[in-house]
């Protein structure tokens, strides 16, 4: 354990700026804090390139996970340097650095998938992604225009999400045609009342789900070259339902 | 119209106390802002106590909804004292005053609500608030241990659906007890397994639904006099669903 003690550390001023997406790209690399999010890295059985934690935080992944604290690549660090690496206002002084490795192929030729569609908002990106595990999706892709998932928020409302199913990033037109190949229905939701509505949909073994961007859903390219449209009747005066909610009831519809 | 200029005008000063519950409670006044809730506020009908905006945005209203700028308490304001005013990062320059009108009672003999208990996140209850609303519910009851509606962050998760169901601040037991004796079922989302799957519930045309605290849930007192406990199963290996999420998949199953 190697103990740092200013922010103008050089690892530390590396690590802060994985906090933006091209030192991210650059680098491979991306940053994760918090208790629980680190925990699920240890429930995984990933490696980390870098551990970093006050020396009561330290202490509890030690305690917790077995980690031999003398080991490289762990550092002693102070509560102002945790505080600017942190993305919370009230930082848990535990960081890990991770390598990015999503799988760059998936062959599309089973299971249950959301496909994101210019995605906008980190935390609803996050948010869909924790609910497409919870409902037991077998991954979800996110389209070349769709928020960045190493994202602080995205990681922050993924919840360890990322470490439990695929995620993918990938040209929908490729995936969906690849569903198709191998006869799994793709649907589209869509924001307005032409479309069929989610309860005429009977549960179907696999399945592509397409989510659209927060205002503009899905794009007309995308929805149409999908087998069925459909949207969640608003039956209220409300004008329509928060993103990440409409996405989750959707998804639980066919969970 | 007065045109305003500085953010120590007296006015001013008192408006962005509102921002604290202690000031609304001590005025019974609310600040709204932007032009989606404000637009909500007029097609409601409401009279505004004040109208703040800077000149593009007054004659924007002024247009959209024939309200005469040489009125009483319509105020010109700069974008500096907008900025003081907001509680986003980027102001829409348009604010309005409204009296907080609450019904104080409800009969509770009649129609769908939501009883949220101990939830203490304002963007999550909002969220809530706007999912009831699109879902046709008639209203929401908050237990007093909940978040205010009047919070700024609410009032912005909630999109206007305030305006359009009721929203009760009430004792749960009592409005339980009132829905019971009206022969309507009271079900009660739990985060334990013991209860009954969501699935298994079958639509019904009247309902009270509690949705419990982010983290703890429903409370015992409150579970213990419901006639029925229900969860959301979690078929992936996510701990949990977001509370605005679940609460959003077990609403609409009753839409």
Redesign the interface.
């Known amino acids: 354990m190697e103990q740092l003690s200013s922010v103008n550390n050089k690892l530390i001023k590396d690590l802060a700026k994985l906090k933006q997406k091209k030192y991210r790209e650059d680098t491979g690399l991306y940053l994760i804090e918090g208790f629980h999010l680190i925990e699920e890295a240890f429930k995984a059985n990933l490696n980390f390139v870098d551990l970093l934690g006050t020396e009561q935080a330290l202490n509890q992944v030690a305690e917790d996970y077995q980690v031999d604290l003398d080991g490289k690549n762990i550092y002693l660090i102070n509560s102002a340097i945790a505080h600017h690496l942190s993305s919370t206002k009230n930082s848990q002084n535990i960081f890990m650095v991770l390598k990015i490795a999503q799988p760059k192929q998936y062959p599309f030729n089973f299971g249950k998938w959301v496909l994101l569609d210019n995605v906008s908002d980190p935390g609803n990106a996050g ?1 869909i992604i ?8 077998d991954g979800v892709v996110l389209s070349p225009n769709s928020v960045d998932i190493y994202n602080p928020k995205t990681q922050r ?1 993924m ?3 990322q470490f ?2 695929n995620i993918i990033n990938a040209d929908l037109v490729e995936v969906i045609n690849a569903l198709n190949d191998n006869a799994i229905p793709v649907y589209s939701s869509m924001l307005d009342k032409t479309a069929k509505q989610l309860q005429e949909f009977a549960k179907v073994a696999q399945l592509g789900l397409v989510i659209g961007n927060e205002a503009h859903g899905v794009s007309d390219e995308i929805a149409a070259i999908c087998d069925e449209k459909l949207y ?11 993103a ?6 959707i998804i ?1 519809h066919f ?1």
Chains 1, 2 share one sequence.
């Open positions: 948010t924790r609910t497409a595990d919870a409902a037991g999706f409302a919840q360890g999400s439990h199913i969640i009747p608003i039956k209220g005066q409300a004008e329509s339902l928060n990440a909610v409409a996405a989750g009831i639980y969970a």
